[in-house]
């Protein structure tokens, strides 16, 4: 029985909490034809800024998904930092937040990164993906798969799209971001539902419910015996 509230106050806690995440975006799936360095390459440090455009309904973002090609030793510090906008000038701008994940994927394959609180990203609106690598002993670049076709996956949510074209910059040079087409970053965005007040109600009660089941059993009531 005690198994049973506990199980329904965690389900009620993860309902709340936005229920399950959707890929909102994705071109992992479209062919690879080239990888772009983002960090230290003949002393100069270079910098990827992409973007994507959200739908109609604002969401949260959970996570956002990387291809990487092998860099191998000496690559470390990949920083991911999400912005509201960019110049060529200066490059991302209107800093939202950082994503945080693993700091030294240096085998190929996918690696995921978040932000480390609730983020709400606007309906039909552009945002900017800054990566580069931040780290003082960094010898190599980290290398981001990339592809020449603009399609998203099918699996992709209307309204929901990645930019046509990316900026490279150079971190530690000072001169402008220039900008290419025909090479676009792979990645994934998760997203989450923003839950309705009746859900976070509910989520809240059965948390409340399922902490006072909890504490009845680590601390049972002593009963009266009677004769």
């Given at each position: 029985?005690?198994?049973?509230?506990?199980?329904?106050?965690?389900?009620?806690?993860?309902?709340?909490?936005?229920?399950?995440?959707?890929?909102?975006?994705?071109?992992?799936?479209?062919?690879?034809?080239?990888?772009?360095?983002?960090?230290?390459?003949?002393?100069?440090?270079?910098?990827?800024?992409?973007?994507?455009?959200?739908?109609?309904?604002?969401?949260?973002?959970?996570?956002?998904?990387?291809?990487?090609?092998?860099?191998?030793?000496?690559?470390?510090?990949?920083?991911?930092?999400?912005?509201?906008?960019?110049?060529?000038?200066?490059?991302?701008?209107?800093?939202?937040?950082?994503?945080?994940?693993?700091?030294?994927?240096q085998t190929a394959g996918t690696y995921s990164y978040s932000p480390s609180t609730s983020l709400t990203l606007n309906s039909n609106s552009i945002y900017w993906i800054g990566v580069s690598e931040y780290s003082a002993t960094?010898?190599?670049?980290?290398?981001?798969?990339a592809t020449s076709s603009f399609d998203e996956d099918p699996a992709t949510l209307a309204g929901w799209n990645i930019g046509n074209t990316r900026f490279e910059g150079v971190m530690n040079d000072g001169g402008r971001w220039?900008?290419?087409?025909?090479?676009?970053?792979?990645?994934?965005?998760?997203?989450?539902?923003?839950?309705?007040?009746?859900?976070?109600?509910?989520?809240?009660?059965?948390?409340?419910?399922?902490?006072?089941?909890?504490?009845?059993?680590?601390?049972?009531?002593?009963?009266?015996?009677?004769?």
């Amino acid at each position: 029985m005690n198994a049973c509230f506990a199980v329904l106050g965690l389900s009620c806690i993860i309902a709340a909490s936005g229920g399950a995440q959707t890929i909102a975006v994705s071109n992992l799936n479209q062919p690879t034809v080239q990888s772009l360095r983002a960090g230290v390459s003949n002393t100069l440090v270079y910098a990827q800024g992409f973007s994507f455009t959200t739908g109609a309904t604002t969401t949260i973002l959970t996570r956002l998904t990387f291809s990487f090609a092998s860099s191998g030793p000496g690559a470390e510090g990949f920083s991911a930092n999400l912005y509201s906008g960019f110049s060529v000038d200066t490059g991302p701008t209107g800093y939202v937040c950082a994503l945080f994940g693993p700091s030294a994927p240096q085998t190929a394959g996918t690696y995921s990164y978040s932000p480390s609180t609730s983020l709400t990203l606007n309906s039909n609106s552009i945002y900017w993906i800054g990566v580069s690598e931040y780290s003082a002993t960094a010898t190599v670049p980290f290398f981001l798969n990339a592809t020449s076709s603009f399609d998203e996956d099918p699996a992709t949510l209307a309204g929901w799209n990645i930019g046509n074209t990316r900026f490279e910059g150079v971190m530690n040079d000072g001169g402008r971001w220039n900008e290419y087409s025909g090479l676009i970053p792979q990645i994934s965005l998760e997203v989450a539902a923003i839950p309705e007040p009746s859900s976070v109600a509910l989520g809240t009660g059965c948390a409340v419910f399922c902490a006072l089941v909890v504490a009845r059993m680590i601390f049972p009531t002593n009963a009266r015996r009677t004769k």
